[in-house]
Each structure stands twice: as C-alpha cells, then as structure tokens.
C-alpha cells in the first residue's frame, strides 16, 4: 500500500494495465511526453514508448473515431479528452458508433474503449472547464460511465473499465485529483495522503462496474451522490447530525439499482446530489427510478440539490455549485415531513 | 510481394525537447520580397504554389521589399505598434496579476501582437472578426478600454460580461470582436456564415476566423473550410501557426507534412503563407484576402507564420517540453522590434521617439489596471448574483425564475 492522490491512483492503473497488456494504447491532446496536463499519463510514455501513449491532434472526435477502429481491430485503446467540456466534438462517435457498433453487427465487431475525461467545477474554470455532462452520456444506450470519488476507487474502477469489452466513459472529478474537497473553498486544501481510501495497492486489483459504496449507513434519509458530491454529502451530514446513509454510485451506468432501493425502503427518504444542472439531469432518473421502486415506503418528496439551471458562472462559481448547505437543507426538509 | 516492409506505427516528434537546442531548420522560410503578388482576382487555379511560398515585406535591416509591400502612413504604422506595445505590457501585468492571485487565469499573446493589431486596422468598422484567446491587439488597435478588459479579467461588478465567462474570453460587438468561447475551431463555421448572411444581403461587410495551427485539426475547421469553399462567402480564415498547442508541436496537426496555409488547395480556395511577425506583410494579405473577398470572389486561407514566445496560460510551464530560448532562435524575430526598426528605418521615429511611446503605453496600461483593480479584483468584487440567472434566454423561464429566488435575488 502507497498513500496516493487520485492523480497517481489512476496513473498507476494506467501503467500496470500497460505493463501486463501491450494491446493497451494511451492517446490524446498532450498525454505524451508531457504526460496530460493534469499529469495522469506521467512517465508512461518514457516507460512504454512512443508508439504506446502519444499525442494526437486536436480532434476529439479524431480521438474517439480511431480508438473504435483500433478496438474493433482487436487493441485496448485508452484515451483521454482534456476536459468533459470539450467531450461534444466526439459525441456523435460516441453515440452513433461507440455504443451501438456491437448491436448493430450482432456481435461481429465492439468498441472496448474506455474515454478518460476530466470533469467537474470548483476550479474557477467558467462554462468550458467546469462542466459535468454525465446525463447526456447516461441517456446513450450502449455506453457505461463510470465516476470515482477517491484514489482508492478510481484505481480498482479504472482496471475494470479498461478490462471491459464495451465502450466505458470514465469521469474523473477533476477537483479531487489532488486533494479532497467538500463544497468548503474556503477551508484549507485536504491533501488525500490521510483519508483511509488513499492507501492504494502498488498492483492491479477491481472494483467491478455497477456495484455502489456505502460510505455511512443511517436511518434518516438515504443519500445519492457520486464523483465530488459525494464529500460535498459527506461533511454536510457530519455537519447536520441527521442520521443519513449515504450511498456513492461510482458508476452510473450500469446503475446498482439494488443497493439504492434497499436503503431508501429502509429510510424512507431520498436526496440526490449531482454538481451538474437539474433540469434533466441524472437526478430526475434516479428520482423516477426511487418514486417508480420505492413509493410504498417513501415519507418525503424526493430531494434534488444540483447546479443551476444556467451555463457554469465563472465569477459565481460558489453560487452555482450545490455546496454542503444546499445538501444539509435539503436533507432536513425530508425530516420535516 | 516487392518493395515492402514491415508495417510499423508512425508518430511525429520536434526538433527539440528541454535540454535540446533550439532547432527551427523544418520552418521553411523565404526572403522579405521574394513571393509574388497576383493580382486579387486571380482565379484561385493560378493561386496553388502561394501557400507554399512566404509573405514578407520586412527584411532584416526593417526595409521594407518587394511587392506586397503596402502603402501606409506613417501614423497607421504607429498606431499599430501602439497597439502591440500596449498589448505585451498588459499581458506581462495581468500574468502578474494571476500570480498574485488577483485573477483565476491569463492568457498572453506575446510575440504574436502583429496578428490582430495589423487585420484590426486593415478591416472595416463593419466587419467582424471571430477570434481566438490570443487576438488581444485586435481590441487594443481599436481602442477598446483597457479597464474593461480589466474588469472583465478580474470578474468584478464592472465586468462587461458580467462574471460568467473565464478571463480573457471577451466579447465586445462593437468593435467587431465576436464572443470568445473555451472550445477551440467552434467558431470559424460562424465567420462563414456570417459572410454568407452579408453576401446574402448583398451588403459590404466581410468576416475573419482564426484558429491556431493545433485547432486545424478539429472537425470544425474542415467543416468551415467546406462551407467557405463551396459558398464563395466574403471571408477570410486565419491560422496563427505559433509552432505550439500547449505541448504539442506544429507537426501533430500535420504540419511537418506540409504547410497550414496548403490546407485551401483541398476545398479550392487561395492560400496564402505570412510571416505573423511582420506588421506589413500581414496587412498586405489580409488586404488581398479583403479586396479579393468584396469583388465577390469568395473566402482565403491566411497561415500566419508565429512563434507562441511565452506560456500557453498561466497554468503551463513550456519548460518541461520545449527547449530553452526557442523564442530568441525563433528566425522571424519579434514583432514589435521589427515594426520599431521599420519606422526608425523610414525616418519616422526616432530611439527617443519610441521610449516616449513606450513610457506612454505603460503610463496608461498601468493606469487602466489601477481603476480595474479599484473595482475589484477576483473574489474583491462581482457582479450581482442575479445576473447568473439571466441572458440563459432572451426571458427567463421558471427555473431560472424560481432558483434566482431561491438564492434570494
Ligand atoms: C475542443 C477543445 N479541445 C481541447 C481544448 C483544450 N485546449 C485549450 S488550448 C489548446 C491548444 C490550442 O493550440 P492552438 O490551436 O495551436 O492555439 P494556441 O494556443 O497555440 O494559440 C487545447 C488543447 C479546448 N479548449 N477545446
Ligand atoms: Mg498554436
């Protein structure tokens, strides 16, 4: 075991897939000899040569087309979009190819990709650096995405992303790369090196797709969340005192739709928590998903706490994000009933 | 079975890595007045050894030579490098600024000054350019108030765009300057129709694009490129080749194959290659490209030749991927030198002339700041919360209605 940031988690995924599997290939807009400008492809590309993890022009959809074609071929292409903002280029790739290859060509040929993309605010990044577009991606039929919340996870969920046969879009919350964050800017910087979910092995381990962590088991309220919400959730219940479970997705597709009805039967009450906009986003599945399974036991009206129905504000940056009050309100408005 | 091999995969490096010198041998150069100049209506099949070739006016000494040496006064030429001057002061204060963390970021444009000072000038009032991050001069040749830009850089109450967009990404209509988004090439498809409405209208305005030399590599590029060749519309699409994207050098967007400007040969427009580093030789293209463009024949490819001489922004340190003093090998020098040297070289300035002038362009730079920084800077000052929530459309609907209330405003 290494205390490491999610940064050197998912690098040392990166690198013992490479190392055991030469079918791997790591491509995209400076992951090279830079190694990513958020250095997650560090030193691989020393390690395991050129031809192993280059920089390609940018074309996000370039990036996507090609890494279908090799992995129709019959490699294991990984490849990155700097920022989730900059994923749309690539969207028809993605959801007229990607995810239906396989079903259209009844299995003749599938798209084992897996798309790494940086995504999430708390970075003063304005509306092209700060975006979370997961729902659009969760409404393709066809593709998974998955969404860490610590090194721990991202480590053992990235092995299995790439390990899967079918194409995997991997988000990666940016503002945890280097340390902890829970909605609190102006509390000092956590660096990771002493949360419990840190300590990560040196060698290759899973987490398998669809299986959610319950972070804190309760009894009042059951809360979703997945990526950063899910410290944002975290200290916002340690704020409160309100005895909440508090479940962390880590993917949403496939969804652990088990895991969710149990504790919400259980506590009768439901909060979800997504940085991205409310307006369809994953938010309202999972509350039809909760209302459509759990109704009979539900005691609440089900709770959102999102971004703003807005683009991502530069200046309003503590406006916009849904931080640990807008979570603690919410929460305590489901007791109220 | 002759003549193979075995297959193996390519990928293209640079000449130099940190600790490497700085070797810019791959740049093909000419001589200042060596390229030809057609006339602007030379249909384009008489055009196709133009991208190939380079577009310079100033010689070394700061002579200008050759035929497209353009006819300027003496007071545009200086209204010019005012712009460019005043454009690498406020970048070298604003990346400062960031550091001090009165600015969540920056982006400068130095070494690449000539660019937008010289098309800004050349350009009508009525027409518009769609630029990139690095087109500052654009507004600076136009006098746009430098504490505007402040504002908008520190996000403060004044800020014109009222704190939602990142710094740097300007809007400014007026002064023909369309809004800047973070996604790169998204909007050259826009100056292309753009033209085609004025073509359309049968009015007199044109538009410019610019993407860098790593955008070209975007579908949107191709898609503009397309448009722009099948259409005819009045526009003129710029590469600023700055041998750079972020970390990426020229030849992984294709450009150690060939050249940028070579790109219009495949939709059947003019390409012309410029050096980006020569006031002169960029006004006289761009003033082909509009000539050309208001006698109706249709849309031309600039690839302004450049060197991108400090950090992508203020979160890049080139030094962990270019050599060290690329900026000072770089063979087409600095834009603003070489402007001063002309002037001097015409006898239109003088060592003391341009100390007055560059004291000048400090003194109002820094003044400019100072009444910004007075608003505020980032966090100090912003605009009211309420306008988060509005502009998402031209009325509100209920969300918006509803949470701007629930935040209470
Ligand atoms: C669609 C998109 N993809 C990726 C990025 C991230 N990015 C920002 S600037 C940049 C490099 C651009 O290089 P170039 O086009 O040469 O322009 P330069 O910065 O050199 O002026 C990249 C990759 C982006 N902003 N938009
Ligand atoms: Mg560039």
Redesign the pocket.
Known sequence: MTAMNMVQALNSALDGKMNEDPDILIFG??VGYFGGVFRVTDKLQEKYGLTRCFDTP?S?GGIVATAIGMGAYGLRPVVEI??AD?IL?AFDQLVSEAARLRYRSNGDFWAPITVRVPYGGGIFGGQ?HSQSPEALFAHVVGLKSVIPSNPYDAKGLLISAIEDDDPVIFFEPKRLYNGLFEGRPDDAVKPWKNHPLADVPEEIYRIPLGKARTVREGSDVTVLAYGTMVHVALSAIEECGIDAELIDLRSIVPLDIDAIVESVRRTGRCVIAHEASRYGGFGGELSALVQERCFYHLRAPIERVTGWDTPYPHAFEWDYFPGPQRVIDAMQRTQEV | MKNRTELSLYVPEPSGRPGDEPDFSNVALQDAGEQRCPDTLTPEIELRDMPYGLIRVLDDEGKAVGPWTPDLPADHLLRGLDAMVRTRIFDDRMFRANRQGKTSFYMKSSGEEAIGAAQSLCLGERDMCFP?Y?ILSWLMARDYPMTALGNQIFSNAEDPLKGRQMPVLYSARDYGFYSIS?????RLGHAVGWAMASAYRHDDSIALGY?????TA?GNVHEALTFAGVYRPPVILCV?N?Q???SSFSGI?GGNRTTFAAKALAYGIPGLRVDGNDFLAIHAATNWARERALGNKGATLIELVTY?ASA?SSSDDPTRYRPKNEDKAWPLGDPIERLKQHLIVRGDMTEDDYRELYEDCEKRVRASIREAEAIGTLGQSKPSVKAMFEQVFKEPDWRQIEQRREVGY
């Open positions: 807009e400076d940018i996000e700097q920022f900059y280029p092209t | 990139t690095r973070g996604n790169l090439g998204s993407v860098g030399e790593g955008t975007e600023t700055n750079w994207a972020i967007a991108r992508h």
